[in-house]
């Protein structure tokens, strides 16, 4: 378990160890998690002068969010782009697809519910053999009070209301979910499979590299808990029986059919 103090030390060494004008892109950043961590970022990363693009559907949020950030990091830019990632149509505006029933069909991805988060985690490892000097982590937050629930339906009313009842007992502050966020995204403890030439904050006190999920110290993918502790065996596990049955490779084809069904391309050049 990484504590607290030990990522608020982290945190607060991000000025002397990230380079000036370090670039970051947040997808979905309009609203809770994503929102916190974008305004986190912005407070540990003052005298860097970061350019930051973020991402969401919400136009005002975007643009109040912007302001914002402008106000805690006079010296960054904050950028915000109007997209909807459910739409493969707004891949060329630099984000990908979530795999969500949309006009555009439904995602085959969807035949997957139930596995969604392994295929997530197989789809990162595919692409970490691509990009080897990238690391890729794919966390759960645990319960966080966020705007996850502010939808119409029946379904978002219950939620809402288990959520007013358990909440209180369960929930990790959403500033505090930020501050691991952030940790997440410049931390040494999680290092690309490649020669890590980048820069990230040193280890702190009795921190280790983390366990990627091949079950190799500092692979390049990371599955972490809410602690941002690594997946058990159970978990590298369950990972290994999807790779023997060719799953990674699937996951991927399939991905990549649905592109070419919509987009008629392998690849969207972006920027
Ligand atoms: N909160 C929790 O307890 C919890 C627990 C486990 C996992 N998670 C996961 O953590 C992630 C963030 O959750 P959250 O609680 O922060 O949710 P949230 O408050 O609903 O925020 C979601 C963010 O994603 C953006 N977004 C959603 N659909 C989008 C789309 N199609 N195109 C562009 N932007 C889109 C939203 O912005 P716009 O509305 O502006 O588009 C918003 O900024 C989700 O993947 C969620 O499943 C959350």
Redesign the pocket.
């Known amino acids: 378990m990484v504590t607290s103090p030990q990522i608020a030390t982290s945190n607060a060494l991000i000025p002397s160890h990230l380079p000036r004008n370090l670039t970051a892109i947040f997808?979905?950043?309009?609203?809770?998690?994503?929102?916190t961590t974008l305004r986190e970022f912005a407070r540990f990363t003052k005298r860097l002068a970061p350019n930051v693009i973020f991402?969401?559907?919400?136009q005002e949020?975007g643009e109040r969010i912007a302001r914002e950030c402008k106000s805690l990091n006079a010296d960054g830019e904050f950028t915000f782009l109007k997209?909807?990632?459910?739409l493969l149509k707004?891949v060329d505006e630099g984000t990908l697809q979530?795999g969500v029933e949309t006009e555009e069909g439904p995602s085959k991805i969807i035949a997957f519910r139930g596995h969604g988060a392994s295929m997530a985690t197989l789809t990162m490892e595919h692409l970490a053999k691509q990009y080897p000097n990238v690391s890729f982590i794919h966390d759960?937050?645990?319960?966080?009070k966020?705007?996850?629930a502010?939808g119409p339906g029946v379904g978002m009313m219950i939620m809402r209301f288990m959520g007013s009842i358990l909440g209180p007992m369960m929930n990790i502050p959403l500033e505090e979910s930020g501050r691991r966020h952030v940790y997440l995204c410049t931390s040494a403890r999680y290092p690309p499979k490649a020669e890590d030439k980048s820069s990230a904050v040193p280890l702190g006190e009795g921190l280790l590299i983390a366990k990627g999920t091949d079950a190799l110290v500092g692979s390049g993918v990371y599955t972490v808990d809410e602690h941002l502790e690594s997946g058990d065996e159970k978990v590298d596990a369950v990972l290994a029986s999807l790779r023997r049955e060719g799953m990674t490779e699937k996951v991927w084809k399939d991905a990549e059919s649905e592109f070419v069904r919509i987009t008629g391309k392998t690849k969207i050049q972006v920027g």
């Open positions: 997808i979905g950043a309009t609203n809770g998690i994503g929102e991402v969401g559907r919400a949020a997209a909807d990632v459910g707004g979530t759960f937050p645990g319960p966080v966020s705007g996850i502010r």
